[in-house]
């Protein structure tokens, strides 16, 4: 990347980004180069194109960006931890996400990505993050093997506290884990997963005819609710409620399109009922129902979707580089490095998007695609 194009991607830093280098003391303690601007392009050629730490700090040298040692380029990295974090949360705010603290409770939206090390025998590793609302803070990671005991994608794999507010799609639609976040005393929000979810009628030992339920709403945007139980395997149930919209017909067309690719794709057939509920939005809460009405428990449930578009590309890109899995710190900086290059690369596309095809836009696409690289010399 020229200086020129170097300096149209700096338009798109949040606004204050080198002051925020000062104040977190990311350029702390830097002998040569106190350029809060040559730092950030550092650590973003080590995060962004996956280069090794060896690599990069080569590559730094012949561009003159800096003179250092790999082993400092990581202890750096590790105290960029809070300026990345705050370069995060600037520009969640762009994206119009909530981040003030008015609500008075702590929501926790959880999610898991694969990464692989470089290399033919790179270790394939999963990401268990989870961000906390209305703070949009990375609150806790954990990296596990994809295989094997104790890797598996689920609710236990996070530390809950009391009176949390959990929101999560239909990956982690399993009682069990419903029933692990109960006994912390917290609550759950869970997109349905009728396949791996079973519900009972409340009081009976008798299933919970969902599909009954959902043909009586017709209706585009019609919101129900129905008390229900969730069935672990071992018979325990646990007490909650479904909260239900219907999508709009635009929705159900990209619904049925989707669930039909999807099917073709696999190889299977394409049952009526999977169909059927594809045209609906199905939540299973555990939230307090006085302080949470069927339709707050949907208005909730679209923050996390408010930030699905951020996960999907963050996904996207922590395919590309090394995780510096040894350290705590290091590894935190490497993930807020990750999803600070996810929410440029959106602030992009988006104002690609809105201006005229000219030789700006098609400059502003490739940066998007390739965020960060630096010319040999």
């Known amino acids: 990347m020229g200086n020129q194009d170097w300096q149209l991607l700096t338009t798109f830093f949040p606004a204050r980004w080198e002051e925020l280098a000062v104040e977190t003391n990311a350029v702390k303690g830097l002998r040569k180069n106190k350029s809060p601007e040559n730092l950030l392009r550092v650590l973003l050629i080590h995060v962004a194109c996956g280069y090794s730490l060896r690599e990069t700090v080569v590559r730094a040298q012949k561009s003159d960006l800096a003179e250092m040692s790999d082993v400092a380029l990581l202890k750096r990295l590790r105290k960029c931890k809070e300026w990345l974090y705050n370069l995060c949360m600037s520009l969640f705010t762009e994206l119009g996400v909530p981040t003030d603290k008015k609500t008075g409770l702590r929501f926790r939206l959880f999610d898991a990505t694969h990464v692989k090390e470089p290399g033919q025998t790179g270790s394939n590793w999963r990401i268990h993050y989870s961000f906390q609302v209305p703070e949009m803070k990375c609150d806790f990671f954990k ?3 994809t295989e094997g005991e104790g890797a598996a994608e689920d609710l236990n794999q996070f530390p809950i506290m009391h009176n949390d507010y959990i929101i999560v799609d239909r990956g982690y639609s399993r009682a069990p884990g419903i029933a692990y976040i109960t006994d912390k005393g917290a609550f759950v929000c869970v997109r349905v997963n009728y396949q791996s979810l079973v519900l009972m009628q409340p009081s009976k030992n008798k299933k919970f005819s969902l599909l009954v339920h959902l043909q009586k709403m017709t209706v585009s945007s019609e919101i129900g609710s129905w008390t229900v139980d969730a069935l672990t395997p071992e018979g325990r149930r646990v007490p909650g409620r479904l909260c239900v919209i ?21 190889g299977n057939e394409l049952r009526p009922e999977t169909l059927f509920l594809s045209e609906y939005v199905i939540l299973f809460t555990t939230f307090p129902k006085d302080q949470f009405p069927p339709e707050k428990v949907l208005e909730w449930y679209r923050v ?3 930030i699905e578009l951020v996960f999907k590309r963050f996904k996207q890109i922590t395919q590309m580089g090394h995780l510096p899995k040894y350290h705590d710190d290091s590894a935190q900086a490497w993930l807020y490095g990750k999803l600070f290059i996810a929410l440029l690369t959106e602030k992009i596309m988006r104002y690609a998007a809105s201006i005229s095809p000219w030789e700006i836009g ?7 695609q390739l965020p960060i690289y630096v010319p040999s010399n």
């Open 143 to 145: 990296i596990t093997k």
């Open 246 to 266: 219907r999508k709009t017909q635009e929705a159900i067309d990209q619904s049925h399109k989707k669930v039909k690719r999807r099917a073709s794709k696999k």
């Open 304 to 306: 996390r979707w408010q």
């Open 362 to 368: 098609s400059r502003l696409q490739c940066l998007a």
